[in-house]
């Protein structure tokens, strides 16, 4: 029998799971697109308008559609796995837990809140971040596994990477500038590494590429000198120096100090 309130509940929180659940196979599929197209519209129009009511006007329509459809639903054969309330149910569950392993073991987004990583990333932005090979994997604030530093892959000068700062629990995107055993200088715009320059080009007014071996930075100064941000540091073993490529205006290693080589989530890969 079909349980018309369990088919209106399924429609508000998920429209296509609960035509699923009532063997409406393209009804299911037209709310699949409908929601789609709505969650494309909502990302857009929010940041524009505020708010968008589409994706709610959805779940509304479909609440109502489902509940009356309900009313009319006969099952004239063995009913299908998926038109059962388990299997309903199960699709979600299977994608959620399909989507927390790969963000937790292999791939996660993350967006960009500030302009501390400016040029090179600005506030609005999103990467993905490589997670598997780094150690620490979990997703949505939760943490499945933490392994041993000397079984991580390390990161490079250069590389751009999220870690959580000491202080903060919070997800950081950061340059990392030193790694352990490294002596750090930062001062007049030049960065000195190991007692050796890092080579540099002007670009633009403030805006500077940096070279670290294969990787090449691009970053930007506000200020002629600022002398609260320079300094020298040594790198302990077990650690990372980090900074981030807008100099001026950036809370980083020169703030709150070295990151713990296992405070690293995973090395960005991609930006859109």
Same mark, same amino acid.
């Given at each position: 029998m079909v349980n018309k309130w369990f088919a209106a509940i399924l429609g508000f929180l998920v429209p296509p799971l609960a035509f699923l659940y009532l063997a409406k196979l393209r009804v299911a599929a037209l709310y699949f697109v409908l929601l789609v197209t709505s969650g494309i519209s909502d990302f857009y129009l929010a940041p524009a308008i505020g708010f968008s009511f589409l994706a709610l006007l959805l779940s509304v329509l479909a609440t109502i559609h489902a509940f009356i459809l309900a009313k009319t639903v006969e099952y004239k054969e063995e009913r299908k796995w998926y038109s059962n309330w388990w299997g309903a149910l199960s699709i979600p569950i299977s994608m959620f837990a399909l989507i927390f392993l790969t963000r937790s073991f292999v791939a996660e987004p993350f967006s960009i809140p500030s302009e501390s990583?400016?040029?090179?990333?600005?506030?609005?932005?999103? &990467?993905?971040?490589?997670?598997?090979?780094?150690?620490? *994997?979990?997703?949505?604030?939760?943490? #499945?596994? +933490?392994q041993k530093v000397e079984n991580r892959t390390p990161l490079s000068r250069g590389e751009i990477?999220?870690?959580?700062?000491?202080?903060?629990?919070?997800?950081?995107?950061?340059?990392?500038?030193?790694?352990?055993?490294?002596?750090?200088?930062?001062?007049?715009?030049q960065l000195i590494i190991n007692g050796n320059p890092i080579e540099?080009?002007?670009?633009?007014?403030?805006?500077?590429?940096? &070279?670290?071996?294969?990787?090449?930075?691009?970053?930007? *100064?506000?200020?002629?000198?600022?002398? #609260?941000? +320079?300094?020298?540091?040594?790198?302990?073993d077990g650690y990372y120096f980090v900074m981030g490529d807008n100099r001026d205006n950036s809370a980083d290693s020169r703030v709150w100090g070295m990151v713990p080589a296992e405070n690293v989530v995973g090395r960005v890969f991609t930006k859109w």
């Open positions: 990583m400016s040029p090179s990333l600005e506030a609005g932005d999103y &990467v993905a971040v490589k997670k598997w090979g780094y150690g620490l *994997y979990g997703s949505f604030g939760i943490t #499945l596994i +933490s990477a999220v870690v959580i700062p000491p202080h903060d629990p919070r997800p950081f995107v950061e340059r990392v500038i030193g790694v352990s055993g490294d002596v750090i200088e930062f001062r007049d715009k540099t080009k002007t670009l633009e007014n403030g805006i500077v590429n940096e &070279v670290f071996g294969e990787n090449i930075s691009t970053v930007k *100064y506000i200020n002629d000198n600022s002398r #609260l941000r +320079s300094g020298i540091w040594t790198v302990p």
